[in-house]
C-alpha cells in the first residue's frame, strides 16, 4: 500500500490521492502508455473537486509540514506513475466547509513551497520540472477572495478556468 502520511496527519488530512490510488487499478500505467503514441503528451492527475470542499485542503496548507509532507509524498507518486505534474482543485479556497480566511495566502505558499521542490528535484535528478496547475472559478468573487491570482500566475504552468 502506498502511505501518504504517518498516522497522525492522515487522520486529519485524508489526502485524496489515497483514494485515487485505488480507483484506477492498473489504470496508471495504461494511461501513461499513451505516450508511447504522442511523445509530446503531457499527463497530470487532478487532486481535489467539488465534494472535497475545504475541510481538507484547509489544514493541509495552513500546516509547514503537512505541506512538506504532502509534496514530498506527490514528488514520489507523480514519477512512480510516470505523470508529468498535478493539477489542483480546491473549490474553494476561503469558502466552503471548512474554509478559513488564511487560505488564500496558504494556498499561494503551498504552491510556492511546491514549485521549488519540483524544481529542486528536476535539478537533482535531471528529469523535466514536474507541472503544476490548477482549476480556477471563472466567478470573480471566488477567483478575488480565494486565490492570490498575482503569486499563484508566477508559479504555475497554467490556470484551468471552470467555466461550467
Known amino acids: 500500500m502506498y ?4 498516522d497522525s496527519l492522515e487522520e486529519s488530512c485524508d489526502c485524496i490521492l489515497i483514494r485515487i ?3 484506477f487499478k492498473g489504470g496508471y500505467g495504461q494511461f501513461a502508455a499513451l505516450k508511447t503514441y504522442n511523445r509530446d503528451l503531457k499527463t497530470l492527475i487532478a487532486i481535489g473537486g467539488w465534494n472535497e470542499g475545504s475541510r481538507k485542503f484547509s489544514p493541509l496548507v495552513a500546516d509547514p509540514q503537512r505541506r512538506k509532507t504532502f509534496i514530498k509524498s506527490a514528488i514520489r507518486f507523480l514519477r512512480q506513475y510516470n505523470f ?5 482543485d480546491w473549490e474553494y479556497p476561503t469558502f466552503r466547509d471548512g474554509g478559513k480566511p488564511e487560505d488564500r495566502a496558504n494556498y499561494a505558499k503551498f504552491v510556492v513551497e511546491m514549485r521549488q521542490a519540483f524544481e529542486s528535484e528536476a535539478a537533482q535528478t535531471g528529469k523535466p520540472r514536474l507541472m503544476i496547475t490548477m482549476a480556477v472559478p471563472a466567478s470573480l468573487e471566488y477567483a478575488g477572495k480565494g486565490f492570490d491570482i ?8 497554467f490556470f484551468n478556468l471552470l467555466t461550467y
Open 84 to 88: 508529468d505534474g498535478l493539477d489542483l
Open 21 to 23: 490510488f485505488f480507483a
Open 3 to 6: 502511505k501518504w502520511f504517518n
Open 150 to 157: 498575482k503569486t499563484l500566475d508566477k508559479h504555475l504552468d
